[in-house]
């Protein structure tokens, strides 16, 4: 997948893209990298030139592909087994390409040497058809155990399916196999979970909620209130800064997203948003009263001017760490058993603002857009 970044002027005006791809890797298995810059689209609003850009981007991707798959060795491909395919390429290249996060990375690695572990590491990537999937998905429902030796639930089954999907996709794409043998599956031959019930909160409750808050630390107050106001994620409120709020217009930068990472000293990690997108809410001058009053609090409590990237939710002993993803969800819990309140989720919380923001009149692609989803559906 292409990616790009913005070359700017002298004056910090960006007048193009540079973008690079990986095609793989040599003998030596070194990433085979093409670069190229593509002019900055003209007249466009910053939506549509980030769309525009993306476009001339997978353009440009697929025909340094086209090009490069012409002098490959198609025998090659068809010799390589499952595991070089997964452990050299999809790996390397695809899970570990710095677009995902730590976390993922991890689930992915599980899911994979699980994969591995049943087809064995001899089995050639081209000999996967559709049977052997179909048999792989019985196996998981019938034979596979968890550590502690129970059956593996719907969800486990599907995240195994969706993972060896994803690596066959992947070999499609890439040309090592003609196509990809899952898609032969019957629909009732795919594993399948039922769907998790959407709970948010109705208007009644959502007032009650904010009356209770009314007598809790401003802190958690401001947090809750996002939650539910304008929808962000718990990892998006966390990963909140003082720099990303424009007092002036009433405005929030939501750009980054904070998620565990066992396997860091921090045991947690900084990047993008769940979509990758940066975008812009804006608030009500309640709201913007009560962070300008958190503002105010944390710099007596720091005896310092706070920073642009200071944390807006940070922890108690530093201005410049993020509040640890799982906080906001322990202190929910401990609040809504004092408060006699029906159990709730931070992420309830979210799907609560898309709620109300629709029963409210808002438009469903508006409320798309405040919540940072990827698509209306």
């Given at each position: 997948m292409?990616t790009?970044?913005p ?5 910090g005006e960006?007048?193009s893209?540079?973008?690079?791809i ?14 190229t ?5 003209e007249?466009?609003?910053?939506a549509?030139?980030?769309k525009?850009?993306e476009r ?6 697929r ?5 490069f ?7 090659d491909?068809?010799r390589?087994?499952l595991?070089?395919f997964i ?13 995902h996060t730590?976390?993922?990375v991890s689930f992915?690695r599980?899911?994979?040497a699980?994969?591995?572990?049943y ?6 990537l ?8 179909k048999r792989y ?13 129970e ?7 599907q995240?195994h399916?969706n993972?060896l ?5 992947y070999?499609?794409?890439?040309r090592?196999?003609d196509?990809?043998p899952?898609s ?11 769907k998790?019930?959407v ?12 009356k ?8 958690w ?9 304008i929808?962000?994620r ?5 990963g909140?800064?003082?720099?990303d709020i424009?007092?002036e217009?009433?405005a929030?930068?939501i750009?980054?997203?904070v ?7 921090s045991?947690?990690?900084i990047?993008?948003?769940?979509t990758?997108e ?5 608030i009500?001058p ?12 944390q710099?007596?409590r ?8 200071s ?5 108690t002993?530093s ?5 640890y993803p799982?906080?906001?969800t ?9 408060v ?7 992420h ?12 409210a009149g808002?438009d ?10 990827s698509?209306?559906?």
């Amino acid at each position: 997948m292409a990616t790009y970044r913005p070359n700017t002027n002298k004056q910090g005006e960006v007048i193009s893209y540079r973008v690079k791809i990986c095609l793989g890797r040599d003998d030596k298995n070194k990433q085979i990298q093409r670069t190229t810059t593509i002019p900055r689209p003209e007249g466009l609003t910053p939506a549509k030139e980030r769309k525009e850009v993306e476009r001339l981007a997978d353009q440009w991707e697929r025909e340094q592909r086209a090009e490069f798959e012409k002098t490959q060795s198609k025998e090659d491909k068809k010799r390589i087994t499952l595991a070089d395919f997964i452990n050299k390429h999809w790996f390397s290249d695809h899970v570990e390409d710095g677009g995902h996060t730590p976390s993922t990375v991890s689930f992915y690695r599980i899911m994979s040497a699980d994969i591995l572990a049943y087809f064995g590491n001899r089995k050639r990537l081209a000999q996967i058809d559709a049977e052997a999937v179909k048999r792989y998905i019985k196996f998981l429902n019938t034979e596979a155990r968890t550590q502690s030796g129970e059956p593996y639930s719907p969800a486990t089954v599907q995240h195994h399916f969706n993972t060896l999907r994803s690596i066959l996709e992947y070999a499609r794409r890439f040309r090592y196999v003609d196509y990809n043998p899952c898609s032969d599956l019957a629909p009732k031959e795919k594993p399948k979970r039922e769907k998790k019930k959407v709970d948010f909160l109705t208007p009644e409750e959502a007032r009650q909620f904010e009356k209770d808050l009314e007598r809790e630390p401003l802190f958690w107050r401001c947090y809750f209130l996002l939650l539910l106001k304008i929808g962000l994620r718990r990892g998006e409120a966390n990963g909140l800064q003082w720099g990303d709020i424009d007092t002036e217009k009433r405005a929030i930068t939501i750009q980054r997203n904070v998620t565990v990472d066992r396997n860091s000293p921090s045991k947690f990690h900084i990047g993008k948003t769940k979509t990758g997108e940066i975008r812009t809410v804006y608030i009500t001058p309640r709201i913007l009263a009560l962070l300008e009053e958190l503002k105010r609090e944390q710099q007596e409590r720091y005896s310092a001017i706070l920073l642009p990237s200071s944390f807006v939710f940070c922890r108690t002993d530093s201005p410049y760490v993020p509040l640890y993803p799982t906080s906001a969800t322990a202190w929910l819990d401990e609040f809504t058993n004092r408060v006699h309140m029906r159990k709730i989720s931070p992420h309830d919380l979210r799907h609560s603002a898309a709620s109300l923001a629709i029963e409210a009149g808002a438009d469903l692609k508006d409320v798309q857009e405040l919540m940072g989803h990827s698509d209306i559906g």
